[in-house]
């Protein structure tokens, strides 16, 4: 069975960081991207951060470029997102996802067919 388990969300004050993790089980050596969805209440899922497994390139929303990176522990098969320099707009619940295709960018959620079930992160102004 496959399986993406977030962790490391909460609540933080503006400027604040936090250090998401997501952790796969199951068949994830078919994965050829991995990454970030965020969803604000009331608002549509966005692409925040992709990984590609093979070639490590990264891609990331304009909105988090240069605050937030994404990184892969191979050898423990988690990915993760580092989030500085965080603002109120970045409240949101954060979801891993990974699938067999490759990257296409940040890619669109019907891109992925596997989900996490989220951590909500919240920054306080």
């Known amino acids: 069975e496959v399986q993406l388990v977030e962790s490391g969300g909460g609540s933080v004050q503006a400027g604040g960081s936090l250090r998401l993790s997501c952790a796969a089980s199951?068949?994830?050596?078919?994965?050829?991207?991995m990454g970030w969805f965020r969803q604000p209440l009331g608002k549509e899922r966005e692409g925040v951060a992709m990984?590609?497994?093979?070639?490590?390139?990264?891609y990331y929303a304009d909105s988090v470029l240069g605050r937030f990176s994404i990184s892969r522990d191979n050898a423990k098969n988690t990915l993760y997102l580092q989030m500085n320099s965080l603002n109120p707009e970045d409240t949101a619940m954060y979801y891993c996802?990974?699938?067999?295709?490759?990257?296409?960018?940040?890619?669109?959620?019907?891109?992925?067919?596997?989900w996490g079930r989220g951590t909500q992160v919240t920054v306080s102004s």
């Open positions: 996802v990974a699938d067999s295709a490759p990257c296409a960018g940040l890619g669109r959620p019907s891109d992925f067919r596997y």
């Open positions: 199951g068949y994830s050596y078919i994965w050829r991207c």
């Open positions: 990984f590609s497994i093979i070639g490590s390139s990264t």
